[in-house]
C-alpha cells in the first residue's frame, strides 16, 4: 500500500517525540519525500481541482508541527527570510522551486541591518524535499501552478520572523502568512 498522510502524521509524531533536533527532523524530509511519490496524495492534495490557497492538512495537539499544502496558481519570488526560531521543510508536489540558501556576511549585531551572500542555489523537482534549520535564511522562486508540502516545527504565524531586503539590506519582521 502506498505510504499515504495518515503514516506520514504517524512517522512525523514518533520522529519528533523521540528527536526534534535536525536529525530527527532529516528523517521527516525523507519521509516527505515518500509521501510525495504517492500520486494519490498528490492529486488529492495538490491537483489542479484543488483551489489556490494555503491548506493546513494537520497540526499537532502536542508537538506543535504543521503540515500546509501551498497550493499556488501565481508565479512567486520571496525575499530572503527565516522561520524564526523554527524550522521549515519544502516538499515539492507540482512544478517546481528554485531555492537560494544565504548566508550573512555581517555578524547578526544590527537588528535592522543584514549583508547576505548566496550560499547555495537548487532546483526542488516534484519529489524532492529541502530542509531549513532555525535560523536559516532561504528564498524561494516558482513559476506559475507551482504547488508544494511544507512542515513547520510549530505555526509560524505565532513567532517573530525577518524578511531582507536585498537591495537596501533592511531587515523587516514578517508578517502573518506575508511569505513563506
Ligand atoms: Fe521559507
Known amino acids: 500500500m502506498a505510504y499515504d498522510l495518515d503514516q506520514f502524521i504517524s512517522d512525523c509524531r514518533s520522529v519528533l517525540s523521540r528527536d526534534p533536533g ?30 489556490r490557497g494555503l491548506k493546513l492538512l494537520y497540526e499537532d495537539p502536542e508537538l506543535k508541527f ?11 519570488v ?5 522561520h524564526g526560531a523554527s524550522w ?20 547578526g549585531g544590527d537588528p535592522k541591518h543584514a549583508k547576505l551572500k548566496p550560499a547555495k542555489t537548487y532546483r526542488l523537482n516534484p519529489g524532492q524535499a529541502g530542509i531549513y534549520q ?25 513567532i517573530n520572523r525577518i524578511r531582507i531586503d536585498l537591495k537596501t539590506g533592511e531587515v523587516h519582521q514578517m508578517t502573518p502568512q506575508q511569505a513563506t
Open 22 to 51: 535536525p536529525a530527527g527532523r532529516e528523517e521527516v524530509r525523507v519521509r516527505l519525500e515518500r509521501l510525495l511519490a504517492n500520486p494519490d496524495f498528490i492529486e488529492q492534495h495538490c491537483g489542479e481541482h484543488v483551489p
Open 134 to 158: 532555525d535560523g536559516a535564511i532561504h528564498s524561494i522562486d516558482y513559476p506559475d501552478y507551482a504547488r508544494f508540502i511544507r512542515v513547520t516545527g510549530t505555526n509560524l504565524d505565532r
Open 66 to 76: 504543521q503540515i500546509l499544502a501551498h497550493n499556488n496558481d501565481k508565479a512567486r
Open 88 to 107: 521549515a521543510i519544502y516538499g515539492q508536489a507540482t512544478h517546481y522551486t528554485d531555492m537560494i540558501e544565504w548566508e550573512r556576511e555581517d555578524d
Open 78 to 82: 520571496s525575499p530572503p527570510h527565516d
